[in-house]
């Protein structure tokens, strides 16, 4: 993974989607070195939160961009995945969560991919509602280049939609607001992203120290 994303790195892409993840990583140094190394060079990290319905708070899923419970770089973007189902069903069953280190949610249930053959086959998983994600800050990165990959973070964090209802999560079905279930509690809109994008990017233009 870490030898994964400097390749990335180095061969210019603005934008990593990393749909996968483990419980355990023998030597998260190395990633973590990695993610440092994707944020010097000004990359943004999207990745699944992962499918084990636990709280990634308590219970770490790696990679992460946390170490003792302190962020340690700014160009991560941690995705759990959404039902099509609305109310408190909305965040898919198999999701993690967490109010720390999930940072945004996106569709993930029944979502039309790709698959080996040239095929396509109904999917589900965060491995699904991460590429939403990295889908929407790839758009802001092609229109808005102005626009550092934390800045692309922070909007797709700030300018999704809120949802005020209690949701069920964790295997243990327990409810919680659905704000407690990650840092933004908001859901990945495109079309609100592109607008809060475009205002960013054209006060930086007019104001380039800001």
């Not at 961009?65 to 069903?89: I, M, P, Q, S």
């Not at 758009?139 to 809120?162: C, D, F, H």
Request: no cysteine.
């Amino acid at each position: 993974i870490a030898l994964a994303i400097r390749y990335a790195v180095d061969n210019g892409a603005e934008v990593i989607n990393g749909s996968f993840g483990k419980d355990f990583s023998p030597h998260a140094e190395w990633v973590y070195d990695a993610i440092k190394y994707a944020a010097s060079k000004d990359v943004l990290i999207v990745h699944a939160a992962g499918n084990d319905s636990k709280n990634i708070d308590i219970e770490p899923n790696f990679p992460t961009d946390e170490v003792d419970e302190k962020e340690f770089a700014d160009n991560v973007l941690t995705v759990g995945a959404l039902n099509y189902e609305y109310g408190e069903k909305v965040i898919a069953k198999f999701s993690n969560y967490g109010k720390r280190n999930v940072d945004v949610y996106a569709p993930g249930v029944k979502i039309y991919a790709t698959i080996p053959a040239n095929k396509y086959k109904y999917l589900q998983g965060t491995s699904m509602a991460s590429p939403n994600a990295a889908g929407v800050a790839a758009l802001i990165r092609e229109y808005y280049p102005n626009l550092k990959a934390a800045q692309v973070k922070q909007i797709l964090m700030e300018s999704g939609t809120p949802l005020n209802l209690e949701v069920v999560v964790d295997e243990k079905l327990i409810k919680i607001p659905f704000t407690e279930a990650s840092i933004s509690g908001k859901i990945v809109n495109a079309y609100s992203a592109l607008k809060m994008a475009e205002q960013m990017s054209m006060t930086l233009k007019t104001n380039p120290k800001l």
